[in-house]
């Protein structure tokens, strides 16, 4: 079945260290998409990609990077200048038709150790 | 840019009553509208759409949205809730350049 992939479900980040978060899917989208998530703040988001080598920043890009070198794949680095990384991270993709809705994955969640 | 606005950060409803879920978008040009579902510790799953057509629109798991474009609002209905049903809920909006904008999300929270 198709669909999106995040790893690793959970992850913990030490002090002063990068960290990346995967998000692959086989679902032939184009567009990719970064949100964070806080409790009670919705989705907000932090880069999203319309094609391959191609991404923008979105909200709150500050203290993030990501790539997209193949259209299956778009990972996040969360990096140590992001200095409240403590989030539930969602990666979403869709097609370029207009009428259509996003799909997500299962999320990563982020701590500090 | 769109704004979305869900009014009610949490609506406590007991098993079997009807409930409603507010739903207002800033902008009356052409959108496309969701409401989505998030369980605990997961993504977000797609409940309903409005593309275009009937203003009333049927999803999965027995809800229903209805379009007013007068309004600007897309709100989420179920005639007779399940315990099953809580969760938190997502309004959202997409333009006509790919972007998304989300509500601040509705917790559902279903009484026995």
């Known amino acids: 079945d198709g669909g999106i992939t995040q790893s690793p479900k959970y992850l913990f980040r030490k002090e002063g260290q990068n960290v990346t978060l995967s998000c692959e899917q086989n679902?032939?989208?184009?567009?990719m998409y970064w949100y964070r998530q806080d409790p009670g703040q919705g989705l907000r988001l932090i880069y999203y990609?319309?094609?391959?080598?191609?991404?923008q920043k979105g909200d709150i890009a500050e203290g993030y990077s990501v790539s997209r070198e193949k259209k299956e794949s778009f990972p996040l680095t969360v990096t140590s200048a992001q200095k409240n990384p403590t989030a539930f991270y969602l990666c979403?993709?869709?097609?370029?038709?207009?009428?259509?809705?996003?799909?997500f994955g299962d999320g990563t969640r982020l701590s500090i150790l | 840019a769109q704004s979305v606005t869900q009014l009610d950060s949490q609506v406590p409803v007991f098993e079997e009553a009807p409930v409603e879920l507010r739903c207002n978008y800033s902008s009356s040009v052409s959108v496309y509208l969701f409401w989505y579902v998030q369980y605990p510790n997961q993504g977000l799953q797609l409940l309903l759409k409005y593309l275009s057509g009937s203003t009333l629109v049927k999803g999965i798991n027995g809800f229903e949205a209805e379009f007013n474009k007068s309004q600007t609002s897309f709100h989420l209905r179920k005639p007779s809730v399940h315990i099953s049903d809580t969760a938190e809920y997502f309004c959202a909006v997409k333009d006509n350049f790919n972007k998304f904008y989300f509500g601040s999300g509705t917790k559902l929270n279903v009484k026995p």
């Open positions: 990609s319309q094609i391959v080598n191609d991404f």
């Open positions: 679902l032939n989208h184009d567009a």
């Open positions: 979403a993709s869709t097609t370029q038709s207009s009428n259509q809705p996003q799909h």
